[in-house]
């Protein structure tokens, strides 16, 4: 089983500046396979990245997703009020199964 | 676009049935290219990947091991919609539920695009 390990546990920033997220897996990672989520309280986790690097629709370009084998980051290049949440990786290596890392807070500094 | 809309009680008894129902508008249950997953999520065990059901040619289900004797993810093409049922459930089962499509872009890459609203189940007597 392919264990997602995310750090910080929290992560605090204020607005405008730039978050970096780290993902590590236990063994390598297809590419195709790592997607990125942010979930705020209340709410279903929304897709922000997928194969490691492509957006999902409706995404701004403000995140960016990068990494290969067994780092993947992702990163939020200027942080908008809108950008405080959780955030998840995802592998599916383990298919059928996926598998999620344990999260990452963004708080307001 | 695609919308999933999820209901269920939000508190089933220890050792009954933990029954769900996932409602889907603007793609099919037997859609060739995506998969409808049952997802929760607690403090303890974070997000936990149920299992899934699929048509391609005939129904597939997958179910991840921690669940695998206990949980039921049934397709019903006439409504359009999966549901989950997780038997013998203990207080270790209470989450939130969630219902979700996977599927996989041109370049193969796999995600899970859409979500439902969740439900929190309780499991208590």
């Known amino acids: 089983e392919i264990v997602l390990t995310q750090s910080p546990g929290t992560l605090s920033l204020s607005p405008g500046e730039r978050a970096t997220l780290s993902c590590r897996a236990s063994?390598?990672?297809?590419?195709?396979?790592l997607a990125w989520y942010q979930q705020k309280p209340g709410q279903a986790p929304r897709l922000l990245i997928y194969g490691a690097s492509s957006r999902a629709t409706g995404i701004s370009d403000r995140f960016s997703g990068s990494g290969s084998g067994t780092d993947f980051t992702l990163t939020i290049s200027r942080l908008e009020p809108e950008d405080f949440a959780v955030y998840y990786c995802?592998?599916?290596?383990?298919?059928?199964?996926?598998?999620f890392g344990q999260g990452t807070k963004l708080e307001i500094k | 676009q695609v919308q999933l809309q999820q209901s269920g009680p939000g508190l089933v008894k220890p050792s009954q049935t933990l029954s769900l129902t996932c409602v889907i508008s603007g793609d099919s249950v037997s859609s060739n290219s995506a998969a409808w997953n049952w997802i929760r999520q607690s403090p303890s065990r974070g997000l936990e990947w149920l299992g899934r059901?699929?048509?391609?040619?005939?129904?597939?289900?997958d179910y991840a091991v921690s669940v695998k004797s206990r949980v039921t993810i049934t397709p019903d093409t006439s409504k359009n919609q999966f549901s989950l049922q997780l038997n013998s459930v203990t207080p270790e089962d209470t989450a939130v539920y969630f219902c979700a499509r996977h599927t996989k872009a041109a370049t193969g890459a796999r995600m899970v695009d859409y979500w439902g609203q969740g439900t929190l189940v309780t499991v208590s007597s």
């Open positions: 063994q390598s990672v297809s590419s195709s396979d």
């Open positions: 995802q592998q599916y290596d383990s298919s059928p199964s996926c598998s």
């Open positions: 059901t699929y048509y391609r040619s005939k129904w597939y289900n």
